[in-house]
């Protein structure tokens, strides 16, 4: 979780920098090119703040809901934050591994999935042994947990 907080640490830095430095300077360049009701470059340039702006609110907002994960709070012996959950896929006949992650961490191809993923929260609070359901855009397919390694074995 360190190098998520991180990684939104250094993009809300990165906005910033723009917000501050590069964006008044666009503003200012597109205002000396005179009428501003159609000025494309004056326009893009207001629209790309606001998008900004947009985005350092959601990150700040990532960053403080991060600030509030208490690993003492995340179960030792159920599916949670940080696990690494191994599947028996019925249909496939075949074993399938997960890691629970943030959203931001999230990358399916790798068997990271987000915790507020339809699988993510299929799996929250699952233990070894139980028969898991997951409905997904794909249909509706039946799973049971077969291993779990929580954040605490993983870190620990």
Request: proline share 3%; hydrophobic share 35%.
């Amino acid at each position: 979780m360190i190098d998520v907080r991180k990684k939104l640490q250094d993009d809300l830095e990165s906005i910033e920098r723009e917000l501050r430095v590069e964006l008044p300077k666009e503003i200012l360049r597109a205002r000396e090119h005179g009428d501003l009701s159609e000025n494309a470059e004056y326009k893009a340039a207001k629209e790309r703040q606001r998008f900004l702006e947009g985005r350092k609110a959601q990150l700040q907002q990532r960053l403080a809901a991060l600030s509030l994960v208490n690993l003492d709070k995340i179960p030792t012996d159920r599916v949670a934050y940080g696990s690494r959950v191994v599947l028996y896929d019925f249909d496939l006949e075949r074993e399938i591994e997960y890691r629970l992650v943030t959203p931001e961490e999230s990358n399916v191809t790798a068997g990271l999935i987000s915790v507020t993923s339809p699988i993510g929260r299929s799996l929250m609070g699952k233990m070894v042994g139980d028969g898991v359901e997951i409905v997904t855009p794909s249909g509706r397919k039946e799973y049971e947990v077969r291993g779990l390694t929580t954040i605490h074995e993983l870190e620990g």
